[in-house]
């Protein structure tokens, strides 16, 4: 059920029927290729890179202080070049799937997102144990759109992030205090937090009136497995 009244927005998701039990675990099976593309990532281009750049920079030590500028030059640039791309190949895996979140959960994923925010981002994270890795990667990337949206069009000061769980339920709200006006006809990334919400079962509520600010409260089932 969608309900729509001005700016707020409320997804209920309805009783866990067949086809929301295929779609969660399309969902996870999405997951668990975004997880091995991240592994392949990191054990392959970026590993190469690395190599590549440490013989660039033996190369460099080999030709000795009397070596041609213009050749020390190239190497220089060759090397800067190597160091850029694994830098994109890290930014990219972290997109495709954080390593993080595998290794250290969610709420320290939260945290390096709030820490590469170019505004002030409170985390109050209150879990105290690790959630299925499906429940721990759509609460990940509801947060990050969300933090997009802040930073994208609020003007915003501040935003809260909170996680917390109560009654077998995954809660995450994101809020900001600028200029609200969230509207979900207006882009993908609001529906397709709905999408990936409504996916395991959960719900989305989006409050969003002009000049109050944006909050958007998610809440996922995560029973104990
Ligand atoms: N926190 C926010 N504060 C103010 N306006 C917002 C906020 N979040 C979303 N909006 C408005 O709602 C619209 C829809 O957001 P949505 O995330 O769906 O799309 P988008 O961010 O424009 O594009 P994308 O598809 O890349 O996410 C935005 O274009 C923006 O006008
Ligand atoms: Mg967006």
């Known amino acids: 059920m969608l309900l729509q009244a001005s700016s ?19 969902i996870e099976a999405g997951d668990r290729e975004r997880r091995r593309l991240e592994r392949d990532l990191h054990d392959g281009a970026q590993q190469r890179l ?9 190369l460099r030590r080999d030709l000795g202080p009397d070596a041609d500028p213009a050749a020390v030059a190239e190497l220089e640039a060759a090397s800067a070049e190597a160091a850029a791309a694994i830098a994109d190949i890290r930014e990219l895996a972290r997109g495709v799937h ?5 290794e250290s959960g969610l709420g320290a994923a939260l945290g390096s997102l709030a ?22 990667a759509t609460a990940y990337f509801v947060a990050a759109e969300a933090l997009t ?15 917390w769980l109560a009654d077998d339920q995954l809660h995450l709200d ?4 600028g200029r609200g006006g969230a509207d979900t ?14 996916a395991l ?18 809440a996922l089932p995560c029973a104990s497995p």
């Open 8 to 26: 707020l927005v409320e997804h209920v998701a309805p009783e866990p029927t067949c086809c929301t039990r295929c779609s969660a675990r399309i």
């Open 201 to 218: 079962g959960g719900t989305v509520r989006l409050e969003s009136r002009d000049g109050q600010g944006t909050r958007l409260e998610v």
């Open 149 to 163: 949206n802040a930073i994208k069009h609020s003007g915003a000061s501040r935003i809260d992030l909170r996680t």
């Open 98 to 102: 954080p390593a993080i979140l595998t």
């Open 115 to 136: 820490d590469r925010a170019p505004l002030p981002v409170v985390v109050t994270d209150e879990l105290d144990r690790r959630l299925p890795g499906s429940v721990e």
């Open 174 to 177: 994101v809020s900001d205090d």
């Open 185 to 198: 006809m207006n882009g993908t990334g609001l529906t397709g937090i709905q999408d990936r919400v409504a």
């Open 50 to 58: 690395v190599s590549l750049q440490l013989s660039l920079q033996m």
